[in-house]
C-alpha cells in the first residue's frame, strides 16, 4: 500500500497494527491451549489404492477455542514457530495423535495401521528422536507404525544436525515421509541425499486432474507418472493427497498409486467422531 498522503500512512499504520493484534491474539490463544488442553490430533484415513483397505491416518493440528471455534495449524503453526512455542505444541499432538493411534487399533482390521505425523523445521531439535521415543514407550506404541512428514523446509537446512535427527529416527524403526512433493525446487535430489521412504505427490496435481481443461489434466498426469515411477524406482512407497471426485481416484489407480486420502474418502476427524465412522469407512 502507497504511503503518500495522509490516510494513506494511516491505513499503513493500521494495519500493522491490526497485524500485531491479530498475532498477539495467537500467542496467548496458543499458550492458553496448552494450560487448558484444547489441542487435539484430526485424524485423516490413508486408503491402499488397489484395494480400498485403511492403511492408516494423518495426523493433523486443531485447535478448539471455547469461543473462537476451531483454529486449524494455517492459522497457528506460523506464530508457534516464530515464538518458539512449536515444540511444546508438537509434542502435545504428538501424544494425542499417539492416543488416537491406539483407540483405532482396537477396531478389528486395524491393528497394523500406520499413524503419520506432521513436523516442522523447527522441531528437528537433537532431542525430538528421545522424546517421541518416550512417548511411544509410555503408550506401547512400536515406532514401525510412525511417519514423520517433513517438507523440502527441513532437508533445506541440510546441516549435520537435521541429518543426525533424520538417522536417529530411522534407528529408531519410524519412516519418514516427504511431503508436498513435486512443490519445491529440487525434490528429486532430495530422494537420493537423505532416507525417505514415502513420497506425498502435492495435493496440486491431484486438482488439476479433471479441471475443465483436458491438456491440464493431461500435463498433471504426466508428472504424476513422472514422479510415480521415479519414487517407485527409488523404493518409495507414493501418497496422493486431496482427492476429492471418483475420477481423480479411479486415475491415480491406474497410475499405480499406492495410497491415498481426500474428502472422497474422510475429511480428518476428531478422535469420536472417526470411531463412530470407521466401521462404515472399513467397509467402503
Ligand atoms: P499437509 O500436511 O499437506 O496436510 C494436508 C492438508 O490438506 C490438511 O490441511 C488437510 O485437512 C487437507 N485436506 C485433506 N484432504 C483434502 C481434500 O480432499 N481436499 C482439500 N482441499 N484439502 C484436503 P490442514 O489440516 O489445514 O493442515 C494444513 C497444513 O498444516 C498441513 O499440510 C501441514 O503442513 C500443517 N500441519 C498440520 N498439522 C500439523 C502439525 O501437527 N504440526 C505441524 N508442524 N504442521 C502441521
Ligand atoms: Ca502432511
Ligand atoms: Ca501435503
Ligand atoms: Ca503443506
Redesign the pocket.
Known amino acids: 500500500r502507497k504511503r503518500n498522503g495522509k490516510n494513506g500512512t494511516r491505513l499503513f499504520d493500521d494495519e500493522i497494527v491490526d497485524i500485531a493484534r491479530k498475532r498477539l491474539e495467537i500467542e496467548q490463544c496458543i499458550e492458553q491451549a496448552l494450560r487448558e488442553d484444547w489441542f487435539e490430533a484430526y485424524l485423516?484415513p490413508i486408503v491402499e489404492l488397489g484395494t480400498g483397505r485403511i492403511a492408516g491416518f494423518?495426523?493433523?493440528?486443531r485447535l478448539r477455542h471455547p469461543e473462537k471455534g476451531v483454529l486449524?495449524?494455517?492459522e497457528i503453526?506460523g506464530v508457534a514457530e516464530e515464538n518458539g512455542a512449536?515444540g511444546k505444541v508438537?509434542d502435545v499432538?504428538f501424544e494425542k495423535a499417539i492416543r488416537g493411534l491406539s483407540a483405532v487399533s482396537q477396531v478389528s482390521g486395524m491393528g497394523d495401521c500406520y499413524l503419520a505425523?506432521?513436523?516442522?523445521p523447527l522441531?528437528f531439535d537433537a532431542a525430538l528422536p528421545s522424546r517421541l521415543a518416550a512417548i511411544l514407550l509410555e503408550h506401547g506404541v512400536t515406532a514401525s507404525r510412525i511417519v514423520v512428514?517433513i517438507t523440502e523446509a527441513v532437508l533445506m537446512l541440510d546441516n549435520p544436525a537435521v541429518r543426525h535427527v533424520l538417522d536417529a529416527l530411522g534407528e529408531l524403526g519410524c519412516r519418514i515421509a516427504l511431503?508436498?512433493f513435486g512443490t519445491g525446487y529440487s525434490s528429486l535430489s532430495y530422494l537420493n541425499r537423505f532416507p525417505v521412504d514415502i513420497v506425498k505427490v502435492d495435493?496440486s496435481f491431484v486438482r488439476s486432474i479433471g479441471t475443465q481443461e483436458a491438456e491440464i489434466t493431461r500435463k498433471s498426469r504426466t508428472l504424476i507418472e513422472g514422479i510415480t515411477m521415479i519414487s517407485h524406482q527409488m523404493g518409495c512407497i507414493v501418497v496422493a493427497?486431496?482427492?476429492?471426485t471418483e475420477h481423480q481416484l479411479q486415475m491415480l489407480t491406474e497410475i499405480g498409486l499406492d495410497f491415498g486420502?481426500?474428502?472422497?474418502f474422510s475429511?480428518?476427524l476428531p478422535l469420536s467422531s472417526l470411531m463412530a465412522r470407521l466401521p462404515h469407512l472399513a467397509a467402503r
Not at 505425523?117 to 516442522?120: I, K
Open positions: 485423516q494423518e495426523a493433523l493440528m486449524v495449524p494455517d503453526v512449536i508438537g499432538i505425523v506432521n513436523f516442522s522441531q512428514e511431503d508436498d495435493q493427497e486431496g482427492i476429492e486420502q481426500g474428502y472422497l475429511e480428518p
